[in-house]
């Protein structure tokens, strides 16, 4: 089970810090995604990382903007996200997939989704 929290309404340069929580037999394997959704639009990818946090990868809108870190001892991954600006405007959602080695950009590879946790940024 996965849990996103953390989203709230900023301001365009403000910052936020998104948190996914994972519980149940899966929660400390694997790595974890994130993902994002405007109403009316096709669910994109945003960020992930390794299981180990070696490798992280970073969708060029938010490249340079966002860190993705992880803490196994918690089961938590975070997301920090500076800089915002208003077409970060999304629903944001945290996935983990269900095995090793899988291609963490490919949504489709992901089989546990959080409820998601909106983000509003105002101009």
């Known amino acids: 089970q996965l849990q996103a929290f953390g989203g709230g309404l900023v301001q365009a340069g403000e910052s936020l810090t998104l948190s996914c929580a994972a519980s149940?037999?899966?929660?400390?394997?694997?790595?974890t995604g994130w993902f994002r959704q405007v109403p009316g639009k096709e669910r994109e990818f945003v960020s992930a990382?390794?299981?180990?946090?070696?490798?992280?990868y970073y969708a060029e809108p938010v490249k340079g903007r966002f860190t993705i870190s992880r803490d196994n001892d918690d089961n938590m991954v975070y997301l920090q996200m500076n800089s915002l600006k208003p077409e970060d405007t999304a629903v944001y959602y945290c996935?983990?997939?269900?095995?090793?080695?899988?291609?963490?950009?490919?949504?489709?590879?992901?089989?546990?989704w959080g409820q998601g946790t909106q983000v509003t940024v105002s101009s």
């Open positions: 996935a983990k997939p269900q095995a090793y080695g899988v291609d963490l950009i490919q949504e489709a590879l992901y089989s546990y």
């Open positions: 149940g037999r899966d929660a400390s394997k694997y790595g």
């Open positions: 990382t390794t299981w180990s946090g070696r490798n992280s």
